[in-house]
């Protein structure tokens, strides 16, 4: 049986312009989505999606909220086309989507939870600079060992943050250990790529904000997820509200699984994957991982219509 899963990207699919291509369709979502998130936090959220400037499209305080809202309207206009998940994931800040989608989560109480989430980030980053670099061409084991090595070496945290396909991994930590560890990785044959993303994002350094975020998390109310959820904190599902509210403490610090994750959904028959919200970096991910599954992406007007015409008949009613 056919079975549809939306996914839902994180930081670094942000680009200006995003969700244009949605109010041109059906300008009521700015009544509905843009300006309450406006009111909720105190600044034009709306006008740094659609107009920038880039410059401030790299504020983890900023990127964070612009990123999930995109993806929260764009979950709107799918359920008007007839577009519904039987399961759902998201890539780190996607996850908040990903649980708003399935019900268990306010739309407005995840915006705020994740423009808090972006904020303590930027002000860990503020004491502790950071990096963050794509590894590709090296396995898990030998990545961990190189860390571990260069960690010993420098006295600075360097850790594997994200497993985003298998032939593609990332490191994150301070930014000499970073870098010494992409010096490492290029001499045993691997590729690697400086993210340009100046905060350590999914390593053990933002543990300095857990205890702030989680006494957020308790003040918001989760419900139990109506649809099946599955974390790529543990690439398994989230059955219950204090499921749900402990995958995102964890998240500040643990590793994306997202290879996992893309697995555990083809386990429970997946066979169809949306990639809702901006960018198309988690498609490419799950193309790779899934290749024989079918992968559309809804970040402009063209490729919204492909989605909706491959799937408003698949999937079932949240």
């Not at 974390?231 to 590793?255: D, G």
């Not at 949306?274 to 970040?299: H, S």
């Amino acid at each position: 049986m056919t079975r549809t899963a939306f996914v839902f990207p994180g930081q670094g699919s942000q680009r200006v312009g995003m969700g244009r291509h949605l109010l041109e369709r059906w300008p009521d979502l700015i009544d509905a989505y843009y300006r309450p998130a406006d009111d909720l936090l105190g600044f034009p959220l709306s006008r740094l999606c659609w107009e920038g400037p880039r410059s401030a499209l790299h504020d983890t305080s900023l990127i964070q909220p612009a990123v999930f809202l995109t993806s929260v309207v764009t979950i709107e206009a799918l359920r008007r086309e007839g577009v519904r998940p039987d399961v759902v994931a998201g890539h780190s800040v996607g996850e908040y989507a990903a649980l708003v989608c399935a019900g268990a989560l306010d739309w407005q109480e995840a915006l705020w939870l994740v423009r808090q989430r972006g904020e303590l980030m930027a002000t860990v980053n503020d004491l502790v600079p950071g990096a963050m670099a794509a590894v590709i061409g090296l396995d898990t084991t030998t990545l961990e060992r190189i860390c571990e090595r260069v960690a010993l070496t420098t006295g600075q945290v360097v850790e594997v943050a994200n497993d985003n396909e298998p032939a593609q991994l990332v490191v994150s930590g301070q930014a000499e250990a970073v870098a010494a560890a992409m010096k490492e990785a290029r001499a045993l044959g691997a590729r690697a790529v400086d993210l340009k993303v100046p905060v350590s994002l999914h390593s053990t350094l933002m543990g300095g904000a857990e205890a702030e975020f989680t006494e957020a998390l308790l003040d918001t109310r989760f419900r139990d997820p109506q649809i099946p959820v599955l974390s790529a904190v543990t690439a398994s599902p989230v059955t219950s509200a204090a499921e749900a509210s402990a995958v995102l403490r964890r998240q500040l610090t643990a590793r994306v699984h997202w290879t996992g994750t893309v697995r555990g959904l083809l386990e429970r028959g997946v066979d169809r994957f949306v990639e809702v919200g901006p960018g198309r970096v988690l498609g490419g991910l799950c193309r790779r991982i899934a290749p024989g599954a079918q992968i559309r992406t809804t970040d402009n007007a063209r490729h919204l219509a492909l989605a909706t015409a491959a799937f408003a008949t698949a999937g079932s009613a949240v």
